[in-house]
């Protein structure tokens, strides 16, 4: 395992007032921690390697989290902060989950209904348990066919993948982060749609 650069066992834990309406406001905390990566390699390794992996950022994410459910009423995890950035197209693979579509009313530690999704499950238990709001970046697998021209040769497509838990532990809201593939590398911002409730800009860099 690596640690990423940010300093050994320094978390940062920030905690601010945000303004929603006239009359309604809302505590949010926004969590940084140092990252444990997954060594470097050229081949995928087990899901099971994978999964342990996760836990372990998961582990330092869930003290944060205990402590900003004392006031916050939302924490926000960093990108990259479950699974960490060292990969390719094949090597992240094992770290990917499905993630539904949020209009499923799904609850994931309550309902194994929708699948092998052990991160979402313990990510909805965590926010259920704590009665917080998180917001979380995973990694999210879409299967696909030959009749979609668009689809990779693997047939799936794959998402930097930001998702919602309310305070009941549901899945609320995802969004897939979305870069557009061209010939040039260019940056590009594309806007997409948080369950098509509010506008959500993303700016990304095509390689």
Known sequence: MIISYFPKYVAI?????LRVGALDTFLA????????????TETPVLKEEALLLMNKNIDVLEKALKLAARGAHIIVTPEDGIY?????????YPYLEDIPDPE?????????????????????????????????NIGDKNLCNASDPQCPPDGHYQYN???????EGRLMA???????SMH?????????????????ASCSQNR
């Open 13 to 17: 834990l920030v905690l601010f007032v």
């Open 29 to 40: 905390s926004v969590f940084e921690h140092a990252l444990i990566l997954p060594n470097r």
């Open 84 to 92: 960490g950035w060292v990969f390719t197209r094949e090597t992240i």
């Open 104 to 136: 499923a009313n799904w609850i994931p530690c309550r309902d194994p209904r929708l699948g092998c999704t052990p991160v979402q499950k313990r990510l909805s238990c965590l926010a259920k348990e704590n009665s917080i709001y998180i917001v979380a």
């Open 161 to 167: 993948t930001d998702v919602l838990f309310n305070s």
């Open 174 to 180: 995802h969004y897939h982060k979305a870069v557009k």
């Open 184 to 200: 040039r590398r260019l940056s590009k911002c594309i806007t997409r749609t948080w369950k098509q409730r509010q506008r959500v």
